[in-house]
C-alpha cells in the first residue's frame, strides 16, 4: 500500500533573512550508501545518535558543512537533534524536497519519524525495494530495516519523507 507521508511547510526565521539556501550541484548516493554501510553497527556517540549518524552519512553523500552560527557542524544542534535537522535545512541550507511517498525515496534520502510522545528519530534509505524503503540507522544500530516495519511499529506517527535535490543525484 501507497502510505501517504505529512509535507512540511519551509519555516523561515522570524528575524533576519534566509543566509544561504545555496543549490548543491551534486550528491552522491553511492557516497551515502558507502558511509553508512561503514558505519551502521559503529559504537553510538551519543546515547540517541540517530540524527548524528544522519548527518555524517548526508556530509558523506555530498553536503557541505554551514558554519553560519554552528548550524550544521559535527554535534550542534543541527547535526545531532532531529528537529534541529529539519529547522536547519528549512531555513538556511540545504536543498531539499519534503515528497508524499515513502516510494520516491532514493539511497542517501532521510526519512524522520516524530512520534505521539514528542520524540523523534531519523534514518536513511540504503536502497528502494520496490517502493518499500531500506533504511539505515542508529541509536539502534539497523541494516536494510524495510519501511513497513518501521511503519507496523509506529503506525501513529508523523513520517517526513526528505529527498535531497541536487542537479546531479546518483
Not at 28 to 38: R, V
Not at 110 to 116: D, F, G, S
Not at 125 to 139: D, E, F, R, S
Request: proline fraction near 6%.
Amino acid at each position: 500500500p501507497r502510505i501517504v507521508i505529512q509535507r512540511r511547510r519551509h519555516r523561515r526565521p522570524s528575524q533576519g533573512k534566509v543566509v544561504a539556501h545555496a543549490a548543491l550541484a551534486s550528491y552522491s548516493g553511492q557516497a551515502a550508501y558507502n558511509y553508512a554501510a561503514a558505519h551502521w553497527d559503529s559504537p553510538p556517540r551519543f546515547t540517541d545518535d540517530c540524527q548524528n549518524f544522519t548527518s555524517w552519512v548526508v556530509q558523506a553523500g555530498g553536503w557541505q558543512q554551514f558554519y553560519y552560527q554552528d548550524w550544521w557542524t559535527p554535534y550542534w544542534d543541527g547535526w545531532v537533534n532531529v528537529f534541529g535537522f529539519e529547522y536547519f535545512i528549512d531555513t538556511f541550507y540545504q536543498p531539499v524536497q519534503y515528497i508524499s511517498y515513502v516510494s520516491q525515496l532514493h539511497w542517501g534520502d532521510v526519512l524522520h519519524i516524530h512520534y505521539p510522545d514528542g520524540s523523534g528519530h531519523s534514518m536513511v534509505v540504503i536502497a528502494n525495494n520496490y517502493g518499500n524503503p531500506l533504511l539505515a540507522a542508529h541509536t539502534n544500530a539497523r541494516w536494510g530495516y524495510p519501511f513497513s516495519s518501521v511503519y507496523a511499529g509506529a503506525p501513529n506517527a508523523t513520517y517526513y519523507a526528505i529527498h535531497i535535490t541536487a542537479d546531479n543525484h546518483d
